[in-house]
């Protein structure tokens, strides 16, 4: 008991997600003899990285005291961008797609920044509003993609890897090096633990915020592109659900809602730790409706044993 | 309005038997003794003011009787019975109710709801019993002769209103105690009577006050004996009637100041602040003074008395409604703090914790954190180059920590500070604001930041203390700029200046004796 909470608290090196993660990949590989196969497991990475580009994003706007519920709108419109702007060319289809994710992100975090209205009421508003625009643009109608290169971008793979799992892992691996070694990282943290010590420092926390809402809509904007490079199409409905998917998975990965504390790392465990358990349960032939059951409990668990986890010490190091 | 130049009460002291009795209390913190063998008591009915300096323990000593600390030594007799409070709401139960500096209310709630919170009168079936809440509460307002209704909602009160409300929740169990901390640190010169009537009243039911205060006026109206603490300890008491300012001022500071003169900057360069009747709507107007290169400028004054607003406004936190700032012989105006920091400006806060840090995060980032530029090429940060600053103030500043990786909220508060002050020397800054440098902290860390500052202001910054503390103030400063009420009343030299001549300066008499003599 005593190692345990020692071996987390130490260094921060190993996440209880992380623990769980491990813990769920042993435990399917038992189970299901289809589990632990180099396909299943690229499978599981495709499967995870629309949520997972997303949550990458979010990870950000949480750190830094904010939320935004807008990323599944925002993921919708440019999927049907994407495919709807294609007689234009493919190209410009998609440069025009993740500008509309960049451009929505600039306006949420312009709107909290300026108006200083919580980013939870704003990004709902949005979240609805953009829900709007894609009827209005679609016409309630699925779009289908009649470019090949398009669809077959999704399904493409460079060697055994699906291109969309080395695009996920990637994005990974910038966004943690951008939060852990820059300035705006730093400062991301800085706003999101305490907003008047950074002020008093000189940061202007405003750009900082506005950066990161840009950052997600940008995340939301490239999930919504390969999704329908994925499906070949993109339908008004899609990514309904998944702005709580994401908070989910970024939330299990040990960012606080209150901000101030999180890391990719994290994320990247809550995101493959909610794949894991959907693939493998799936293999396992559970029904959908237990798997969401399973989820919506763990969740729970997991944020339980963090609080027991980092109960602040009595014993305060006074020198 | 109360006598200005009261220098002697006229309370007579009550004669009775104490309805509450402090022996021998005893609180240590890990690492300081907050208070050493401390005796106090109240008489039924009387008004008995505490004393002492920031820091001297006073608020510890009502924190242990309201039952928020537990003594490690000493006796709590309350009415002749001894007490151990486990919490406030035993305490409070008993009869000793603390009424806070901050308030504690819920705004989106009634008075009524306010002043019953987590007391509430219960029906049956534990429903709420809206009537006899409404009765008492109504009752508990007449007490108080206020002008509001049971049903108002708190949050669109007065302050001062609010205050009621605070003392209305005092009023539910039958007080024989209680203890009003700094209770006018808030409130306007015409809401003040209110709060004394109300005193008054409290007194004739025999209920025994402990006042605390900064402002000798209200003392001196007000009260019927004098306690003073100090760094502490009890240093006595006396009777308001047969005292004046002078000794009760020599009790609290008692100790000679050892100033340090000599340790002082001497070598002054040019102006590096200037400011010309600086004015901020409601909070100070007419504000001018100057920093000069490697002079140190104390500001002193009460809380309340706009000391912090000026520096947030030259730091541009708050943007001025008239007058000039002028840095290093240019006229400046920022409207971010971003500004104010790439112009040369560094205001260490007032609170430490909720201004000056960023509690979750390490001792190496906090010290870093205005300053990431220099520290960075493209937005990448360089970490040898962190670390190379964080070691280097580090050792200057003597900081306490077992290594860069723990979390400033665990540090002592004279550690904290020095990350703090460490933080705004790595940005090289040409002028120094600090308030309150050394509030909430040890004796030994105040000495070593002392001598910091000094030598800062040596090696050629231009360092603006704000302090409500005597003796730091005449400690460090060459220069005294008091003020009371949002206004400058006295410019001092720190070494020749009477500590009569500062108190009266920062309690208003002073502005009247100025007006006089320049009339």
Redesign the interface.
């Known amino acids: 008991m005593i190692s345990i909470k020692g071996f987390f608290r130490g260094r921060t090196i190993i996440q209880p997600i992380w623990v769980f993660v491990i813990a769920i990949f042993i435990f399917f590989s038992f189970m299901s003899e289809y589990f632990l196969s180099l396909s299943n497991i690229t499978n599981i990475l495709v499967q995870t990285s629309t949520i997972g580009l997303i949550a990458l994003g979010m990870t950000y706007v949480m750190i830094n005291g904010n939320i935004d519920l807008s990323v599944g709108a925002i993921l919708g419109l440019a999927a049907s961008l994407a495919v709807g702007l294609q007689d234009y060319g493919l190209t410009i289809a998609i440069i025009a797609a993740l500008a509309s994710g960049m451009l929505l992100g600039a306006i949420n975090g312009l709107v909290v920044w300026k108006t200083g209205v919580n980013a939870f009421i704003v990004t709902l508003g949005a979240m609805l509003g953009i829900r709007g625009l894609i009827f209005l643009y679609t016409g309630e109608q699925s779009f289908y993609s009649m470019n090949f290169a398009f669809a077959d971008f999704g399904a493409s793979t460079i060697g055994p890897i699906p291109v969309l799992a080395i695009i996920f892992l990637l994005c990974t691996l910038v966004m943690h090096l951008v939060l852990t070694?820059?300035?705006?990282g730093?400062?991301t943290?800085?706003v999101g633990?305490?907003p008047?010590?950074?002020?008093?420092?000189?940061?202007?926390l405003g750009r900082h915020m506005m950066i990161n809402f840009i950052i997600v809509g940008f995340f939301a904007a490239l999930a919504g592109v390969l999704l329908a490079s994925q499906m070949g199409a993109a339908t008004p409905n899609l990514g309904r659900d998944y702005e709580l998917w994401t908070i989910t998975a970024v939330v299990l990965g040990g960012t606080k809602l209150t901000g101030?504390?999180g890391s990719i790392v994290g994320t990247l465990g809550g995101v493959l730790a909610i794949g894991i358990l959907r693939n493998g349960m799936n293999l396992m032939q559970v029904p959908a409706f237990y798997v969401l059951v399973v989820l919506g409990l763990i969740l729970i668990t997991v944020l339980i044993i963090d609080k027991k986890l980092n109960v602040p010490s009595t014993k305060?190091?006074?020198? | 309005m109360t006598p200005v130049h009261a220098t002697t009460g006229q309370r007579q002291p009550i004669d009775a038997d104490p309805v509450l009795k402090l022996e021998g209390i005893t609180k240590r913190f890990?690492?300081v003794v907050a208070l050493n063998q401390v005796d106090f008591d109240v008489r039924p009915g009387e008004v008995h003011a505490l004393l002492g300096e920031n820091g001297a323990g006073k608020s510890t000593l009502m924190k242990v009787l309201a039952g928020k600390h537990q003594a490690n030594e000493g006796r709590i007799i309350l009415g002749g019975e001894e007490m151990a409070f486990e919490n406030p709401k035993h305490a409070k139960r008993a009869g000793v109710v603390l009424i806070h500096q901050e308030q504690s209310l819920v705004p989106g709630m009634t008075v009524a709801e306010n002043i019953f919170l987590g007391s509430l009168p219960k029906k049956w079936g534990n429903r709420v019993d809206w009537r006899k809440l409404r009765e008492d509460t109504n009752r508990i307002l007449e007490t108080l002769k206020c002008s509001f209704q049971h049903d108002d909602l708190v949050g669109s009160l007065s302050i001062a209103k609010k205050q009621m409300v605070e003392i209305g929740r005092a009023l539910v169990f039958t007080p024989r105690v209680v203890v009003f901390d700094e209770p006018t640190a808030s409130l306007t010169d015409h809401e003040k009577p209110v709060l004394y009537d109300v005193i008054q009243s409290l007194c004739e039911q025999g209920v025994g006050i402990v006042y605390i205060s900064h402002r000798m006026d209200e003392i001196f109206h007000l009260s019927h004996r004098i306690s003073v603490l100090r760094d502490g300890e009890y240093t006595g008491t006396v009777n308001t009637c047969e005292t004046n300012e002078d000794e009760v001022t020599r009790m609290m500071i008692g100790r000679s100041l050892e100033l340090d003169h000599a340790s002082k900057p001497s070598e002054f360069g040019e102006n590096m602040l200037e400011l010309r009747n600086l004015s901020v709507k409601r909070l100070f107007s007419d504000v001018s003074f100057n920093v000069r290169k490697g002079e140190i400028v104390g500001m002193y004054g009460l809380v309340g008395a706009g000391r912090s607003e000026v520096a947030e406004t030259i730091?541009g936190?708050r943007s001025p409604s008239a007058g000039e700032i002028l840095l290093d012989g240019q006229p400046v105006s920022f409207t971010?703090?971003?500004d104010?920091?790439?112009a040369g400006i560094a205001?260490v806060?007032e609170d430490r914790k909720?201004?000056?840090?960023?509690?979750?995060?390490n001792c190496r980032?906090n010290m870093?954190?205005?300053g990431?530029?220099s520290v960075?090429t493209l937005?990448?940060?360089k970490?040898a180059d962190e670390r190379a600053v964080y070691d280097k103030y580090h050792q200057a500043m003597k900081i306490?920590?077992?290594s860069w990786r723990?979390k400033v909220g665990?540090?002592?508060g004279g550690?904290q500070q020095k990350i703090v002050i460490g933080?705004w020397l790595h940005?090289h800054p040409k002028l120094l604001i600090l308030d309150e440098p050394t509030r909430g902290i040890d004796v030994g860390s105040k000495a070593e930041i002392h001598a910091l500052v000094k030598e800062l202001a040596k090696s050629g910054y231009a360092v603006l203390v704000i302090s409500s503390e005597m003796p730091e103030v005449l400690g460090l400063s060459n220069r005294i700029i008091a003020m009371y009420d949002g206004r400058v009343t006295a410019e001092f030299d720190g070494d020749s200046v009477s500590e009569d001549a500062l108190v009266q300066a920062i309690t208003g008499m002073g502005a009247s004796a100025a007006a006089a003599t320049t009339a």
Do not use: C, W
């Open positions: 070694r820059t300035g705006h730093r400062n943290f800085a633990g305490n008047e010590a950074s002020i008093d420092a000189g940061i202007r101030g504390y305060e190091v006074r020198i | 890990p690492g730091f936190l971010t703090s971003h104010a920091v790439a205001l806060p909720d201004q000056g840090l960023i509690l979750g995060m980032d870093t954190l205005a990431l530029e960075s937005g990448f940060m970490r306490k920590t077992p723990q665990n540090l002592s550690n933080k940005t």
